[in-house]
């Protein structure tokens, strides 16, 4: 099915999307060497609504990935999850199941999202939160951006520290 972007157009699914997404992976990899970083969701909420249709779509990424493996260097859950349809705190608890459903079913390292700033008074709260205990292989957190502080470039350096012993 389709969804209304949040500009309100209607965007209709494409008939060959699988066709699309394995040619992708083969000439990323093929012709130019390159792995591929599969994030799943990258706005979860109008196109899968339900846990069950999430989970679908998770195995049919699967599906798609299969004999393909060697060409993706990990799977993503969710692109910034807490603001593209896994909202608090039972987007959590979904896009973790989500994460053990993919390493339970791959040998292809999975990782859950990026984490929000601001939930807690240490960022690193967050990212124990949704990582501590999980099935995710990896974190792919999305560091500080920001270079108009008095740190200006180094702030986004600094950041990365942060992270260092959090999970």
Known sequence: ???TCPHGVWAEPW??????FKDMLDIAYDKYGMLTEVTIFGGAG???PTYAGREAHCQRILDLIVGREHKIAFLEV??????????YPQGVTDM????????????VPV?????PWGMYPDPNQTLVELYSGSAADLATEHFERNT???????LPVRDCWRVENAV
């Open 1 to 3: 099915s389709g969804f």
């Open 78 to 87: 969710a692109n910034e999850g807490w603001q593209t349809g896994f909202d």
């Open 111 to 115: 990782a859950i999202s990026a984490t």
């Open 46 to 48: 109008e196109s899968f």
């Open 148 to 154: 108009w502080t008095f740190e200006g470039g180094w």
């Open 15 to 20: 008939p060959d999307y699988n066709q699309q």
């Open 96 to 107: 973790r199941n989500l994460c053990q459903y993919l390493a339970d079913r791959t040998s």
